[in-house]
Structures are given as structure tokens and as C-alpha cells.
């Protein structure tokens, strides 16, 4: 599907925006009630390795295992759950740490699963792809209705105030429940789909740097809206294909302007910084982050900016 | 063979405990979990080491080195990375130095590469006999440093007008201010001390492990959090037991149960301690909310 006219190369890149996007909404779903969870590359794991065992060694079809591993990290999700309810804010983000690293832990001592070797040979899936593209319009439309729909506005309040609503008579344990659960199955999906993309996982794969880029992408794309995962996680991962395409514009510079002494040096500097290499590129990624809190800490699309939207198109439609 | 194992398990907890003293005192002024402290922490190990052999200095003068620099560096990251940022949204502070974690850990895999560097001897070996406990001159060395240093900041933050200000700012910003504390400056010699001290334990670590990553923070700031949560979240005293405590714990289980279940157990207290005693061992205030 689509091979045929997109090279292998945007491909991947496309793959791996599509994982991330949906890895940014398995985080949406609990931030959603007020949960900030640093677990959910744990439950990656817990999808990547089910889907993986299924197809590999019982010789499950992709399409069958992908839900069921999906299904599965759920389970272990409500697990996790159900004593995460008694604790919030920095409490939670140290727990759902702790649950990530012990995940880690018995994946790299698990011998059946391949230990400290990793995971190799998983089934390979020519369309990834496609499927991913499926989730994450079956994931928008998903939060989209839940926006308008009295569980999400229930969730909303939540997160607003827990007593409140719980005055409002709001069953606010099963509401934060569903949602942690909810957040699972999502990353679990996304991991299945990464294990039989990559063929091979261990357990550096999901590892807490993972947890903190899937947080940062839901708190730089911003967190009020349910767009707001899917900018935040296309623009940070396609950020090191546009510095990349920032360098040819600059091979588009006249020679001339940059012939003399201190606009060579900065030239060259710029030119030389500006290539494919990991760590420069995660200098600037950082530096964009710290930037992105001093200029815009509530993300790149808000609530206000969409209202500006609507109000637009209102005023298009009934000058 | 056990009072062996607990030697070995003060040395951990010893850098244990002075990553987390800053951790936790950052925390009790600003509520804020500091990631990027694990980095600060891996550029004192690394002033320490250019100061050893690029500089000629001795061991005290690497360990001064360390701690003036990271000092600077806590003082730049509150000017970047906190005062700059919205204080009304819990998670932007948080993601900044998120920020610049990943700035400072890349700036030096760029200039130094991703590989380990072997720290130099800086210290005669010579392995001393108590009984039944072996121990080597630098071990020696690192607690006795750590130990004195600990002691020290005990004293500042009990005993000074500053350690009160720095207390009282701790227990309420607002009121901290009514009486006449400038909050602001109140921050920024927290940020000098907790740096300045894991600039220390940086160098310690150095010493202990004789080699040095540009990768070691995470791990030091992983295991600085699990401390600070035992000790107590805020709580200075605390956070020096409980590192301790969880160096002797990791020593133990390593010793008599096996070597990958060590980080499982550091874990698992993690998680009880949320659970049943999210106070912390020693029974400090709660945070709610944040």
C-alpha cells in the first residue's frame, strides 16, 4: 500500500510520526482527568512484547494480535490504576516512573523473551502504514466526539477540580479509571505497531527518556485540546527533517553575501551545526523546548486559538 | 562478609544522598521537580576530571573546581530555564529543564563522544583492615567527604538565618515573603548549594567508579528521586538517611539475591513508599495537588 509512490525513506519518517502521534494520545487520556503518567512507555513495552510473542512464537496474524496486545496492556493499565487513584500530581508521575523501569527490568531478565539480547526477528508488517493511519483518525474522531459528550466534559471537570465534581456527582473513580485505562490500550497499540516496524525491540527500546518525550509532546502541542497531541508530536518529530531542510536554504545564499570575515565564520558555524547529527540536533530540540515554556507554556494549539478559528469561520460565513 | 557489604553500601548511598539533598531542597522551595539535576551532577564529574588532567590540579582543588562550576551552572539554569517560565502551570517549569537535561547531556556527548572516560588515580591506593571489613584509602576518602559535607548543610539549614529564610520559603511562598524573605534570592541560593553539592558528588562518583559517561545523570537522577521520596519530599535530613538507607538496600539485595533484581527492589520501595507512606520514612508534610 502507498509503496508505490512515496520512497521508503518519507516512509519511515511517516511511520514513526504516526507512532509518536498516537504514543502522545495514549498520554492525552489520562491528562484528560488531571493524570500525568510517566508510564506510558511502560505500557509501549507491555503492547510491543504481547503483540510480539503472539505473532512470533503462537503465529497469530498481525491484525489479531495488535488489538489483543492493545487489550492486554490495558488490563495491565487498570492494574496500575486502580492504587494510582489514591495519589496525584508529583506522587503519580513517580509511581508511573517506578511502573516503567520495573517493566524494564523483568524484560531485560526474561530470558523467553530474549533478555538482555532483545527481541529479535519479529515479523516484519509491509503495512504499517496504513494502519496507523487508521488509528490515529479512529483516535481524533474518538477524542473529538468525547469532547462534546458528557464523559469528556466529566473528565474535563476532573481535571478542573476533583472535589467539585465529585459533588457534582460524578463517579470520579471509574471516570479515572477508563481514562488510565484508556491511555494503556492506546499505548500498547503503538507499541505493537513500533515492535513489528522495527523488527526488534530490547529494553533500552522503551526506556524513561521515551516517557518524557511522549510528555513533551502533549505539553508543547498543548494539552487543553485534543489537536494538541497530534501538533506537539508531528512538529517535534519532524523537527530534525526540517533542520535538515533548513541547511539547503541556506546553500541558497549568494556567495557573495557571506565572502568577508564575520559572515563566514557564522556561515560556516551555522552550515556545519545545521547537519544530521544526533546530538547537535537534540541540543536544539532541547533549547526549542526550554524556548517553547517562556513563549507559549500552554502549547501550540489552545482552546483560545481554536475559538479564534471557529470565530473566524462564523464571521466568514455570516458577513 | 555482611559488615563488608554494608561499607559497600554507605559509598552508594553517600553520592545517593548528596544528589538528592539538591533535589529535595529544590523541591521544597519550588515544588518542582528538577529534572536536568542528574546533568549537573554528570558536568561536576566532568570539570572535575578536565581539572585533574588538563589543569594539573590536585584532588581539593578538582573538587572545588566542580562545585564553583556547577554553582554557575545552577545559577544560569534558574535564569533560562525557571524565572523565564509561567509559574501558574505546574507542568512548563517541569518541561524546561526537561530542556535543558537534554541540552547539557548533548553538549557533551558532541564534544566528548558517547563513550566512557576512565577518571585518573588521584588518590594512593592503600587498602586498610578493620577486622573484618576491607576498605581502600579513596573509599575512605569519598565517605569522609560526603559524610562532612553532609554534616555541614545539616548545620547551614538549621542553624543559619539563611537555612530558616530557606525553610521558611519551603513551608510557604506567600508567608515567606510577608515576613521579609526575598523569595527570589531564597531560590537562587538554593539552586547555588543543591548544584554546587552534586557537583561534588559528581567528582566522588568519579573517584569511586574511575570512569565517567555524558550518560550518567539519568541514572543518578533516577535514583536521586526514589531518595528524596523516601526521605520525604523537602526534607534535607531525610534525604541524607535515605540515601543511605537505599545504597545499603541495593548493596544487600545485590549481594544475596542477584544483580538484575537490584534496580527491581530500588523500584518496588518506590512504589510501597507512594502507596502506604507517600510522607516519606520520616513523616514530613504532603504535597497535594501539584
Same mark, same amino acid.
Request: hydrophobic residues 55%; neutral net charge; aromatic residues 12%.
Given at each position: 500500500?502507498?509503496?508505490?509512490?512515496?520512497?521508503?525513506?518519507?516512509?519511515?519518517?511517516?511511520?514513526?510520526?504516526?507512532?509518536?502521534?498516537?504514543?502522545?494520545?495514549?498520554?492525552?487520556?489520562?491528562?484528560?482527568?488531571?493524570?500525568?503518567?510517566?508510564?506510558?512507555?511502560?505500557?509501549?513495552?507491555?503492547?510491543?512484547?504481547?503483540?510480539?510473542?503472539?505473532?512470533?512464537?503462537?503465529?497469530?496474524?498481525?491484525?489479531?494480535?495488535?488489538?489483543?496486545?492493545?487489550?492486554?496492556?490495558?488490563?495491565?493499565?487498570?492494574?496500575?490504576?486502580?492504587?494510582?487513584?489514591?495519589?496525584?500530581?508529583?506522587?503519580?508521575?513517580?509511581?508511573?516512573?517506578?511502573?516503567?523501569?520495573?517493566?524494564?527490568?523483568?524484560?531485560?531478565?526474561?530470558?523467553?523473551?530474549?533478555?538482555?539480547?532483545?527481541?529479535?526477528?519479529?515479523?516484519?508488517?509491509?503495512?504499517?502504514?496504513?494502519?496507523?493511519?487508521?488509528?490515529?483518525?479512529?483516535?481524533?474522531?474518538?477524542?473529538?466526539?468525547?469532547?462534546?459528550?458528557?464523559?469528556?466534559?466529566?473528565?474535563?471537570?476532573?481535571?478542573?477540580?476533583?472535589?467539585?465534581?465529585?459533588?457534582?456527582?460524578?463517579?470520579?473513580?471509574?471516570?479515572?479509571?477508563?481514562?488510565?485505562?484508556?491511555?494503556?490500550?492506546?499505548?500498547?497499540?503503538?507499541?505493537?505497531?513500533?515492535?513489528?516496524?522495527?523488527?526488534?525491540?530490547?529494553?533500552?527500546?522503551?526506556?524513561?527518556?521515551?516517557?518524557?518525550?511522549?510528555?513533551?509532546?502533549?505539553?508543547?502541542?498543548?494539552?487543553?485540546?485534543?489537536?494538541?497531541?497530534?501538533?506537539?508530536?508531528?512538529?517535534?518529530?519532524?523537527?530534525?527533517?526540517?533542520?535538515?531542510?533548513?541547511?539547503?536554504?541556506?546553500?541558497?545564499?549568494?556567495?557573495?553575501?557571506?565572502?568577508?570575515?564575520?559572515?563566514?565564520?557564522?556561515?560556516?558555524?551555522?552550515?556545519?551545526?545545521?547537519?544530521?547529527?544526533?546530538?547537535?540536533?537534540?541540543?536544539?530540540?532541547?533549547?526549542?523546548?526550554?524556548?517553547?515554556?517562556?513563549?507559549?507554556?500552554?502549547?501550540?494549539?489552545?482552546?483560545?486559538?481554536?475559538?479564534?478559528?471557529?470565530?473566524?469561520?462564523?464571521?466568514?460565513?455570516?458577513? | 562478609?555482611?559488615?563488608?557489604?554494608?561499607?559497600?553500601?554507605?559509598?552508594?548511598?553517600?553520592?545517593? *544522598?548528596?544528589?538528592? $539533598?539538591?533535589?529535595?531542597? +529544590?523541591?521544597?522551595? !519550588?515544588?518542582? %521537580?528538577?529534572?536536568?539535576?542528574? /546533568?549537573?551532577?554528570?558536568?561536576?564529574?566532568?570539570?572535575?576530571?578536565?581539572?585533574?588532567?588538563?589543569?594539573?590540579?590536585?584532588?581539593?582543588?578538582?573538587?572545588?573546581?566542580?562545585?564553583?562550576?556547577?554553582?554557575?551552572?545552577?545559577?544560569?539554569?534558574?535564569?533560562?530555564?525557571?524565572?523565564?517560565?509561567?509559574?501558574?502551570?505546574?507542568?512548563?517549569?517541569?518541561?524546561?529543564?526537561?530542556?535543558?537535561?537534554?541540552?547539557?547531556?548533548?553538549?557533551?556527548?558532541?564534544?566528548?563522544?558517547?563513550?566512557?572516560?576512565?577518571?585518573?588515580?588521584?588518590?594512593?591506593?592503600?587498602?586498610?583492615?578493620?577486622?573484618?571489613?576491607?576498605? *581502600?584509602?579513596?573509599? $575512605?576518602?569519598?565517605?569522609? +567527604?560526603?559524610?562532612? !559535607?553532609?554534616? %555541614?548543610?545539616?548545620?547551614?539549614? /538549621?542553624?543559619?538565618?539563611?537555612?530558616?529564610?530557606?525553610?521558611?520559603?519551603?513551608?510557604?511562598?506567600?508567608?515567606?515573603?510577608?515576613?521579609?524573605?526575598?523569595?527570589?534570592?531564597?531560590?537562587?541560593?538554593?539552586?547555588?548549594?543543591?548544584?554546587?553539592?552534586?557537583?561534588?558528588?559528581?567528582?566522588?562518583?568519579?573517584?569511586?567508579?574511575?570512569?565517567?559517561?555524558?550518560?550518567?545523570?539519568?541514572?543518578?537522577?533516577?535514583?536521586?528521586?526514589?531518595?528524596?521520596?523516601?526521605?520525604?519530599?523537602?526534607?534535607?535530613?531525610?534525604?541524607?538517611?535515605?540515601?543511605?538507607?537505599?545504597?545499603?538496600?541495593?548493596?544487600?539485595?545485590?549481594?544475596?539475591?542477584?544483580?538484575?533484581?537490584?534496580?527491581?527492589?530500588?523500584? !518496588?520501595?518506590?512504589?510501597?513508599?507512594?502507596?502506604?507512606?507517600?510522607?516519606?520514612?520520616?513523616?514530613?508534610?504532603?504535597?497535594?495537588?501539584?
Amino acid at each position: 500500500m502507498l509503496g508505490g509512490w512515496i520512497d521508503n525513506y518519507t516512509q519511515s519518517v511517516l511511520i514513526f510520526t504516526g507512532i509518536n502521534i498516537i504514543a502522545a494520545y495514549s498520554f492525552f487520556a489520562p491528562f484528560k482527568t488531571g493524570q500525568v503518567s510517566l508510564g506510558q512507555a511502560g505500557f509501549m513495552a507491555v503492547g510491543a512484547y504481547a503483540s510480539a510473542v503472539l505473532t512470533q512464537k503462537f503465529g497469530f496474524p498481525f491484525i489479531v494480535s495488535l488489538p489483543v496486545a492493545g487489550l492486554f496492556a490495558g488490563i495491565v493499565g487498570v492494574m496500575v490504576g486502580f492504587p494510582a487513584l489514591r495519589i496525584r500530581g508529583v506522587y503519580l508521575l513517580l509511581l508511573t516512573l517506578g511502573f516503567a523501569e520495573i517493566v524494564q527490568v523483568i524484560v531485560l531478565s526474561w530470558d523467553y523473551v530474549g533478555g538482555a539480547q532483545g527481541y529479535r526477528n519479529i515479523p516484519f508488517n509491509p503495512n504499517t502504514l496504513g494502519y496507523v493511519a487508521v488509528v490515529i483518525i479512529a483516535l481524533i474522531v474518538f477524542f473529538g466526539r468525547l469532547e462534546r459528550a458528557s464523559l469528556g466534559r466529566a473528565m474535563d471537570s476532573i481535571h478542573q477540580d476533583e472535589t467539585a465534581a465529585e459533588a457534582m456527582g460524578i463517579d470520579v473513580v471509574r471516570i479515572k479509571l477508563f481514562a488510565f485505562g484508556a491511555g494503556a490500550v492506546i499505548a500498547g497499540i503503538a507499541g505493537g505497531l513500533y515492535a513489528h516496524q522495527a523488527t526488534y525491540i530490547d529494553s533500552t527500546t522503551f526506556n524513561v527518556m521515551l516517557a518524557v518525550e511522549i510528555l513533551t509532546y502533549v505539553v508543547v502541542g498543548g494539552g487543553s485540546t485534543y489537536w494538541g497531541p497530534l501538533a506537539g508530536a508531528t512538529v517535534l518529530t519532524l523537527l530534525p527533517e526540517f533542520l535538515r531542510t533548513l541547511r539547503e536554504w541556506l546553500e541558497l545564499v549568494p556567495v557573495a553575501w557571506t565572502d568577508f570575515f564575520p559572515m563566514n565564520r557564522i556561515y560556516d558555524f551555522l552550515y556545519g551545526f545545521l547537519d544530521f547529527e544526533n546530538a547537535k540536533r537534540l541540543i536544539v530540540y532541547g533549547l526549542i523546548l526550554i524556548l517553547m515554556m517562556i513563549v507559549r507554556p500552554d502549547g501550540l494549539v489552545t482552546r483560545d486559538s481554536l475559538m479564534r478559528l471557529h470565530f473566524l469561520r462564523w464571521t466568514a460565513r455570516h458577513a | 562478609m555482611i559488615y563488608q557489604q554494608i561499607v559497600n553500601g554507605l559509598m552508594l548511598g553517600a553520592s545517593y *544522598s548528596l544528589v538528592a $539533598i539538591g533535589y529535595t531542597l +529544590i523541591f521544597g522551595v !519550588l515544588n518542582l %521537580l528538577y529534572f536536568a539535576h542528574g /546533568e549537573v551532577f554528570m558536568v561536576g564529574a566532568f570539570v572535575g576530571l578536565f581539572l585533574v588532567t588538563h589543569a594539573g590540579f590536585g584532588i581539593f582543588g578538582a573538587l572545588i573546581g566542580a562545585m564553583i562550576a556547577c554553582a554557575v551552572l545552577g545559577v544560569i539554569a534558574v535564569f533560562v530555564a525557571i524565572r523565564p517560565v509561567a509559574k501558574d502551570r505546574p507542568l512548563a517549569p517541569l518541561i524546561s529543564s526537561i530542556g535543558l537535561t537534554i541540552v547539557l547531556q548533548n553538549v557533551f556527548v558532541y564534544f566528548i563522544g558517547g563513550q566512557q572516560l576512565s577518571f585518573p588515580e588521584t588518590i594512593s591506593q592503600t587498602l586498610y583492615r578493620f577486622g573484618p571489613v576491607t576498605v *581502600s584509602s579513596s573509599q $575512605i576518602f569519598v565517605l569522609v +567527604i560526603a559524610i562532612s !559535607l553532609m554534616a %555541614l548543610l545539616w548545620l547551614f539549614i /538549621e542553624h543559619s538565618k539563611l537555612g530558616r529564610a530557606i525553610r521558611a520559603t519551603a513551608e510557604n511562598h506567600e508567608t515567606a515573603a510577608l515576613l521579609g524573605v526575598d523569595v527570589n534570592r531564597v531560590v537562587l541560593i538554593t539552586f547555588i548549594i543543591g548544584s554546587g553539592i552534586a557537583g561534588i558528588a559528581g567528582v566522588l562518583d568519579g573517584i569511586k567508579n574511575s570512569n565517567i559517561s555524558p550518560f550518567m545523570g539519568l541514572g543518578a537522577a533516577v535514583k536521586g528521586l526514589i531518595v528524596m521520596l523516601l526521605g520525604g519530599l523537602g526534607n534535607v535530613p531525610g534525604a541524607m538517611v535515605a540515601g543511605l538507607l537505599l545504597g545499603m538496600i541495593e548493596i544487600l539485595s545485590a549481594a544475596y539475591i542477584g544483580t538484575t533484581e537490584r534496580d527491581l527492589f530500588s523500584f !518496588l520501595i518506590l512504589i510501597l513508599i507512594l502507596l502506604y507512606k507517600p510522607t516519606g520514612l520520616f513523616g514530613t508534610r504532603t504535597v497535594e495537588g501539584r
